[in-house]
């Protein structure tokens, strides 16, 4: 079954202490990006790869990091979580030409 | 810049009502559009697409239609049910894979 698979679905954790969610696709799709959705924001794009080893900010990069070593994983970092990064966070994927984007089922992180 | 603007929500309406949620774009090119659907607890899913002006996008019994002149791509059904019950999100992209943009998105409540 083609899928965008999140690990955890629930984290809860104190400011400062590092902290990975994990991202895969079983699409051999080139393209991924993780997503925020919060509260009367919609959804609003963090970081972004086109490919292995090519990533770059979105629109809220701020507090963030990735990395592309594989084409399946795109993992993302958050060094020292602080309170404003309690959201919901999803990762998508796509292909070429006219795909959408696949979503997984979303993390949602709450620092306290 | 390129954007989307949805209505806002929640929209309540009973079982068999007829649904309108209202969607505009701003693009600099010639966007794709589309409609997701995000069920309680679930990531995004791709409701309906449209490529083109004048492309008419349907699945499950929703229609939306890409009108250029009108910069819109308003989501219509004609009789909601309770498991219509969900949040949609309006999008445009450019295809050059690092932007996808959202609106807000619309909370559909439906009553029986």
């Known amino acids: 079954e083609a899928q965008v698979t999140q690990n955890p679905r629930y984290l809860i954790t104190v400011t400062g202490k590092k902290l990975t969610v994990t991202c895969s696709q079983n699409m051999n799709h080139e393209y991924m990006s993780w997503y925020r959705q919060d509260p009367g924001l919609g959804l609003r794009q963090i970081y972004y790869?086109?490919?292995?080893?090519?990533?770059d900010k979105g629109d809220v990069p701020e507090g963030y990091k990735v990395s592309r070593k594989e084409k399946r994983n795109f993992p993302l970092i958050l060094e020292s979580p602080s309170p404003n990064q309690t959201s919901l966070y999803f990762c998508a994927s796509t292909g070429t030409g006219d795909s959408p984007l696949h979503f997984g089922n979303g993390t949602r992180l709450t620092v306290t | 810049g390129d954007s989307v603007t949805q209505m806002e929500g929640p929209v309540t309406l009973s079982e068999e009502a007829f649904l309108t949620i209202n969607c505009t774009y701003t693009a600099t090119g010639y966007p794709s559009l589309f409609w997701y659907v995000q069920y309680p607890g679930e990531g995004l899913q791709l409701l309906l697409k449209a490529t083109k002006a004048d492309d008419k996008g349907s699945n499950k019994g929703f229609e939306a239609t890409y009108r250029k002149e009108t910069t819109s791509f308003h989501l219509e059904k004609g009789s909601v049910q309770v498991s219509d019950s969900a949040v949609y999100f309006c999008?445009?992209?450019?295809?050059?894979?690092?932007?996808?943009?959202f609106g807000s998105g619309t909370k559909l409540n439906v009553k029986p």
């Open positions: 790869s086109m490919n292995v080893e090519v990533t």
């Open positions: 999008a445009l992209t450019l295809y050059n894979f690092n932007k996808f943009y």
